[in-house]
């Protein structure tokens, strides 16, 4: 992913908050609903083919028809997402393979580990679902000591190469904030600047909304999502109502949720079939689905059950 198209540039992003303000209001909570027994057993099925068919060593993958692994480059956000989605004794595999990842690499993060060839270095994407999947994976007991000096070791790397990896992209002004309170969280780092934040929020705002307004691929949006849900989980005070009122008309169930309107979501889950798309709960209502002809691994139903329900 190429930073430069979508950090937002100081003018419009003036200009988008002021829109945005103009309609701001509270957004709803959406109320927990119980998950029937049907919904809670689809759950555990659906996690138990992941764990059983969709792990290479520990890394979340889609995979060819005979087996092969295919579209690697998004098993970082993946791995990292289904720590946020699995109960606490589940997931270990994945944890495990992280962890040994940012310890082998210095703090450096990568798409995925190849057994040949090539690392390719992290985008901002994947940072931000492994992001989001520390931030509440270290609430289980024990986890947050398995995890500090990986904290550690990454943010100090961020600190000083301003990358994620080598052949990585860059953290841009904002977004290290989320890393700095993780750290900080777990004692692996002083206090995160709060500027950082200033920048962060509406920045994610604006960014919603030209997605949204131009029609551009929602994965933006998405990942607007990630860094909300890890800031609660850190216990940063939420400040939803920009993010939520630019997501507006975008169609995205988890986005819809978690601005106050489950049945979107209830109704994607029902709806949902194996091996159809890939996370299509990261695209908007406006984006094709895209096929072909590769077993995916069903994390978006996993995500989408246990946000629905807080399983």
């Known amino acids: 992913m190429d930073v430069s198209t979508w950090v937002p540039r100081l003018g419009w992003t003036l200009a988008g908050l002021l829109s945005i303000a103009a309609c701001t209001r509270e957004p709803e909570v959406a109320p927990k609903v119980d998950a029937p027994l049907s919904v809670s057993a689809r759950y555990t099925e659906a ?25 690697t ?3 970082l956000i993946w791995s990292g997402m289904l720590l946020a989605a699995v109960p606490c004794d589940r997931g270990v ?3 495990a393979a992280l962890i040994e990842m940012i310890t082998d690499l210095g703090g450096a993060l990568v798409r995925y580990i190849p057994t040949v060839g090539k690392v390719r ?6 940072a931000l679902g492994l992001y989001r999947g520390i931030a509440h994976r270290i609430k289980c007991p024990g986890k947050a000591d398995l995890w500090r000096e990986a904290v550690r070791l990454h943010s100090e790397y961020v600190r000083t190469k301003r990358d ?3 052949t990585g992209a860059t953290v841009p002004p904002g977004f290290t904030y989320v890393l700095e309170r993780l750290a900080r969280e777990l004692g692996a780092g002083g206090s995160p600047d709060s500027d950082d934040l200033g920048l962060l929020r509406p920045a994610l705002a604006v960014w919603a909304k030209s997605t949204v307004d131009m029609r551009k691929p ?8 990630l860094v909300h849900q890890a800031l609660d989980d850190l216990g940063v005070s939420p400040q939803h109502e920009h993010f939520c009122i630019a997501a507006k008309g975008g ?5 819809d949720h978690f601005c106050g309107q489950p049945e979107p979501l209830l109704t994607w889950i029902e709806k949902f079939e194996y091996d159809r798309a890939e996370y299509f709960l990261q695209r908007c209502s406006f984006e094709s689905e895209h096929t072909d002809g590769v077993l995916t ?10 946000t629905a329900y807080a399983l």
């Open 47 to 71: 996690l138990d083919r992941l764990e059983a068919g969709f792990l290479d060593r520990g890394w979340v993958i889609s995979r060819e028809r005979d087996g092969t692994p295919t579209h």
């Open 73 to 75: 480059g998004d098993s």
């Open 93 to 95: 595999k994945t944890e």
């Open 121 to 126: 270095g992290a985008s901002l994407d994947g």
């Open 164 to 166: 994620l990896h080598p």
């Open 218 to 225: 929602c994965y933006r949006v998405h990942l607007g999502l």
């Open 251 to 255: 169609g995205m169930p988890l986005v």
């Open 297 to 306: 691994p069903g994390l978006d139903l996993i995500v989408a059950i246990r």
